[in-house]
Each structure stands twice: as structure tokens, then as C-alpha cells.
């Protein structure tokens, strides 16, 4: 077997100092949850984390920055304005998922969140995780990878964001329940494909893949040191609450190479359902 490349163009982020590093995913915060939300604002303000990676579908939906200048956008303003100033405390990374992938500069000015491509790599204390929000690893899910690359496209995405907001919402809405139903139908949903996984771990030189997407949280053993963690989604109104937080750790002794840990909820957060 041939030596992996190692893709060089892939952001790395040094956490060098860290001792304690946060992740979640799939929040799909809107305002019809307000729990899912109070229990998020309440983890922002008190998490003890040196550095928070949100790995996509923070937003239910995000259909265009300028619903943050806009009297519908309070929901948008009210969350971006909780991440600012949990970003003056800490940094927030942020990767967008297939549910808030039109989340650009304004967005980024307005929550105080560092923007990631996907994949990218996370250096901590001698591991190399790539972080990903995990769609683009569906690759079973033809339907969905044919519209990811349509809609990823620049092209795509000026003409949809030159539409007006209130259409924009609208579609927005209409997609939505297409998508429910058409997952409702499908008697399986698509995973994340293992080789792909593999290799883009080989790809990047990384030995973990940190993702979302699925809302199956699990660790996985991919073979040859290789493994997969993925985050679970929030949802403060099932039954039981998910809410949960990937927590990466160096306890006081300075015990390398750090320790894992999946709280639900976070120390502090109490989940009231609505
Ligand atoms: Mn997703």
C-alpha cells in the first residue's frame, strides 16, 4: 500500500494550550423550540470549554444573512447576539451544515464566529481529528448528494439569495416538508460511508473524524487506528432530552493525551420541555 497524501490545502486549527475543547452539531434551533434554545444559551454562557466547534445545522434553516436587518429575523438576532458574546469569551468555530449553508460574512460579523471550511483538521495535543459536518459522507444518498452539489455551487446561490426574503421563506418552508416526507418514506437513512471516511482521514493525515449529520451518535471503529465519532442532535422536547455535548479534556495532572466524554446534559443546563 502506498504512503497516504496528506492534502495540504486543509485548514488546520492549533489547539496547542487547550485543555478542554467542545463540540455539537445539529441543534436545528428555531424558534418553534424555544427549550432546544434556552438550554443552548444556557450552555453558552457556562461552559468551562477553551474553544466550542459547532459542526453544522446549528439553524433549523438559514435562508440569507439579511434576515438578521430584517423585523422577521429576531429569532436569527437573538442566537448571533448570544454567540457574540460567548465569542468575546471564547472562540467559536463554526462549520456550516446542509440546513444553514448559506450562513456568510454577515452571519459571521454578527455572531463572532471563526468560519471553517469542511473538512478541515484540529491539532490537539498530538491528535489529528478532522472535523466535518458529515453530508458530504452520505454518499449512499443519491438524491441528496446531487442536490448538495447544485446548491453548493456559487451560481446556485446568487440567484436564490437575489430572490426576495419573504419567497426565500417560503421555499425554505416548502423544501422542508419535502424532505420530512421523502425521509419518511425511506425505510433506511443514509449513513455515513465508511470508506469515504477512511480515505478522507488518509487524505488529511487524521486518525479521528469528528461529524454530525446523522443525529446517531455513536463511535465507530474504522480499522487501522482510524475511528469516527459523531455527535448527536438536540431536541429539548423529546423523550428523553437530547442535548448533548462532545466534551475533549486534559484532567488537572496533565494526563496526555486527553480524555472524551459525551454529557447530556452539560453540568448546569437543566432541560425544561414546552
Ligand atoms: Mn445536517
Not at 441543534?27 to 423550540?33: N, R
Not at 446523522?214 to 451518535?217: A, Q
Given at each position: 500500500m502506498s504512503a497516504p497524501v496528506v492534502d495540504t490545502a486543509l485548514t488546520v486549527i492549533n489547539g496547542q494550550g487547550w485543555s478542554c475543547v467542545d463540540f455539537v452539531s445539529d441543534?436545528?434551533?428555531?424558534?418553534?423550540?424555544p427549550a432546544t434554545w434556552r438550554a443552548f444559551a444556557s450552555y453558552l454562557h457556562q461552559t468551562p470549554a477553551q474553544a466550542l466547534f459547532v459542526l453544522g445545522d446549528l439553524f433549523e434553516v438559514w435562508v440569507g444573512d439579511d434576515v438578521l436587518g430584517d423585523p422577521s429575523g429576531d429569532f436569527e438576532r437573538e442566537v448571533c447576539d448570544a454567540l457574540a458574546q460567548a465569542a468575546s469569551r471564547i472562540p467559536i468555530y463554526w462549520l456550516a451544515g446542509n440546513r444553514d449553508f448559506l450562513t456568510g460574512d454577515g452571519f459571521a460579523r454578527a455572531s463572532g464566529a471563526r468560519v471553517l471550511s469542511d473538512p478541515c483538521v484540529l491539532h490537539l495535543m498530538g491528535q489529528d481529528c478532522l472535523l466535518s459536518h458529515g453530508d458530504a459522507l452520505c454518499l449512499s444518498d443519491h438524491e441528496y448528494m446531487a442536490f448538495r452539489q447544485q446548491v453548493r455551487q456559487a451560481a446556485w446561490q446568487q440567484a436564490f439569495l437575489a430572490r426576495p426574503l419573504v419567497e426565500r421563506q417560503a421555499l425554505a418552508r416548502q423544501m422542508r416538508e419535502q424532505s420530512q416526507s421523502r425521509q419518511q418514506a425511506m425505510s433506511e437513512h443514509a449513513d455515513v460511508d465508511a470508506s469515504q471516511a477512511r480515505w478522507w482521514l488518509q487524505n488529511a493525515g487524521a486518525r479521528r473524524l469528528i461529524h454530525g449529520h446523522?443525529?446517531?451518535?455513536a463511535d465507530h471503529d474504522l480499522g487501522g487506528g482510524m475511528s469516527r465519532m459523531v455527535l448527536s442532535d438536540w431536541c429539548a422536547n423529546a423523550q428523553p432530552p437530547r442535548a448533548q455535548v462532545l466534551r475533549w479534556s486534559v484532567d488537572a495532572s496533565g494526563g496526555a493525551p486527553g480524555s472524551w466524554q459525551r454529557l447530556n446534559p452539560p453540568a448546569g443546563i437543566t432541560l425544561k420541555r414546552t
Open positions: 441543534l436545528h434551533l428555531q424558534v418553534s423550540e446523522t443525529h446517531r451518535p
